[in-house]
């Protein structure tokens, strides 16, 4: 069992760039989480997706990012029009649909940096 | 929505002291988790407490939870360096019971 994958690991993108971050659940999950660590800080929640599904997009900033969750492939998280203040880690967990039984797993995470 | 609060944000410790990280939470959580994060590093399960009075322990590392007082407390008996990290305690919160974390702690232990 592969864990949670996410890619890339590190990003450099420059102001204006997209920025597209991937992440694959574990085998078996179905559900996706998505945070993001500033620098020093604690992790922030952004958005929880189904296949296919927004189930609670509370956390996401409402200009810029988007998120979706197809029937196939992995979650993406997309960030338009980067700016410095995206510089940050961006964690994805997932978790089977019995959500009490085990809790999260996470990825390693993808570290954003914005020149 | 759940507010998880943790203190103290920094804690440097001596080798072989003990302490206590403590996690207040605003409302009611089916459950709550502590984490473990080295720097540069993806978060690292610790443990789940499932109810009121809940007490779990691995090597020097005890998690307790009172869901009466709304608090949790990772106990560090005898601290070596490999603890060094910052702990994460986390509960189920929001409309769509999603993990909320704490502030973090983060510790570091002094030969």
């Known amino acids: 069992n592969a864990g949670v994958m996410q890619n890339p690991r590190h990003l450099v993108r420059r102001r204006g760039q997209e920025a597209r971050l991937r992440c694959s659940p574990m085998?078996?999950?179905?559900?996706v989480y998505w945070y993001r660590q500033l620098p020093e800080e604690g992790l922030k929640f952004m958005v929880y997706?189904?296949?296919?599904?927004?189930?609670?997009e509370s956390g996401m900033p409402k200009e810029r990012f988007s998120a979706e969750f197809p029937k196939e492939g992995p979650s993406i998280l997309r960030i338009q029009q980067v700016v410095r203040g995206d510089s940050a880690a961006y964690f994805c967990?997932?978790?089977?649909?019995?959500?009490?039984?085990?809790?999260?797993?996470f990825g390693s995470g993808t570290r954003l940096t914005v020149v | 929505e759940l507010k998880v609060e943790q203190n103290p944000l920094f804690l440097s410790m001596q080798e072989g002291k003990n302490y206590t990280i403590y996690c207040n939470y605003s409302t009611t959580s089916d459950r709550l988790y502590w984490y473990r994060q080295d720097p540069g590093k993806s978060l690292e399960s610790l443990f789940v407490l499932l109810s009121n009075g809940a007490v779990k322990q691995e090597g020097r590392l005890m998690a307790s939870l009172d869901t009466k007082a709304r608090l949790s407390t990772l106990h560090i008996t005898a601290a070596v360096h490999d603890l060094s990290a910052t702990y994460f305690c986390?509960?189920?919160?929001?409309?769509?019971?999603?993990?909320?974390f704490g502030t973090g702690t983060l510790l570091a232990v002094q030969p």
């Open positions: 986390a509960g189920y919160g929001g409309a769509t019971n999603k993990l909320i």
């Open positions: 085998k078996g999950h179905s559900h």
């Open positions: 967990a997932s978790s089977p649909a019995d959500r009490w039984s085990g809790g999260y797993t």
């Open positions: 997706l189904q296949k296919e599904n927004i189930i609670d």
